[in-house]
């Protein structure tokens, strides 16, 4: 339904990394709880397109014990995928 909405989401989580704006988070919080997630919603422009997609490892690169892996093949080798 976002989508249909056009809403964008963006988690932000350098945010609560910074010690200060963490606590200052929580005292906008009322002191109850520490934040753990800043999350920066919006509306996009229907009349942009936005970023194109950035092309992505396969699975089986990234993840060991993928779904790629289980059906025979091989992990790939490099610095991304170690066996």
Not at 47 to 70: F, I
């Amino acid at each position: 339904m976002a989508n249909e909405l056009d809403v964008s989401v963006m988690p932000i989580s350098s945010v609560i990394e910074v010690p200060t704006t963490r606590r200052a988070l929580r005292e906008l919080l009322c002191s109850t709880s520490w934040p753990y997630l800043v999350l920066r919603m919006g509306l996009t422009d229907p009349d942009e397109r936005g970023p194109v997609a950035t092309p992505r490892l396969p699975a089986s690169r990234t993840v060991a014990g993928s779904a790629e892996d289980e059906v025979g093949h091989r992990p790939a080798q490099g610095p991304v995928g170690h066996p």
